[in-house]
């Protein structure tokens, strides 16, 4: 049974850091491309990054690029996201995703319960 268990959310300032960890189990970790997206109330889900199985290429949508970085230790079978620079528009639930493949240009096929990100202004 694949189970994916995000952690490090929490409420912080504009202007502030925060690092999501997510643990993946239940599967071959690094056969597969792992992302974020983020869904904020009343919002539609929102792609916000992904990492390729060898954890050499990643992708940001623009809304976070050069502000989040996004990496994975596949020893320990878990995802990483810092964002820096937050703003109170990445206010969202954040969710750990494993893809379908090994790149970045297919879809999820696992997703955790998530964890809430809230930055006050």
């Known amino acids: 049974q694949v189970q994916v268990v995000e952690s490090g959310g929490g409420l912080v300032q504009a202007g502030g850091s925060l690092r999501l960890s997510c643990t993946a189990s239940g599967l071959t970790f690094d056969d597969y491309a792992m992302g974020w997206f983020r869904q904020a109330q009343g919002a539609e889900r929102e792609d916000v990054s992904c990492i390729i199985r060898s954890g050499d290429l990643a992708f940001y949508g623009d809304s976070v690029k050069g502000r989040f970085t996004i990496s994975r230790d596949n020893a320990k079978n878990t995802l990483y996201l810092q964002m820096n620079s937050l703003k109170p528009e990445d206010t969202a639930m954040y969710y750990c995703?494993?893809?379908?493949?090994?790149?970045?240009?297919?879809?999820?096929?696992?997703w955790g319960q998530g964890t809430q990100v809230t930055v006050s202004s």
């Open positions: 995703a494993i893809l379908n493949g090994q790149h970045c240009t297919t879809t999820y096929k696992y």
